[in-house]
């Protein structure tokens, strides 16, 4: 079991930044992936990035790349995403998830999940 707490959620206004964490505890392989998710209200819930949690292999979602950054310390088994130049559309529901496979996209692939913390960006 896996298990995954969100952090650093919150308001804020467009064009600003925020740094959200992933706490992993209990049993972390260096094989998994670590992603990030978003869900808006009424939307389904789509891709943000992803990162190998042994190496420096990641991923991103087309619409957050060069504003999004996923890194990752395995000594203090977290994982980041700190997100830039927010707009008003980035509001959602963020979760992390693990799972076995390589930087997988689909929420299918994810094994576990975090309880998800929201951000909201303000126009």
């Known amino acids: 079991q896996v298990q995954l707490v969100e952090s650093g959620g919150g308001l804020v206004q467009t064009g600003g930044s925020l740094r959200l964490s992933c706490a992993a505890s209990g049993r972390t392989y260096s094989s998994y992936s670590l992603g990030w998710f978003r869900q808006a209200p009424g939307k389904e819930r789509e891709f943000v990035a992803a990162?190998?949690?042994?190496?420096?292999?990641?991923t991103y979602a087309d619409s957050v790349k060069g504003r999004f950054t996923i890194s990752g310390d395995n000594a203090k088994n977290t994982v980041y995403l700190q997100m830039n130049s927010l707009k008003p559309e980035d509001t959602a529901v963020y979760y992390c998830a693990a799972s076995p496979g390589i930087l997988p996209r689909r929420t299918d692939a994810y094994d576990y999940w975090g309880q998800g913390t929201q951000v909201t960006v303000s126009s």
């Open positions: 990162i190998k949690w042994s190496g420096t292999l990641r």
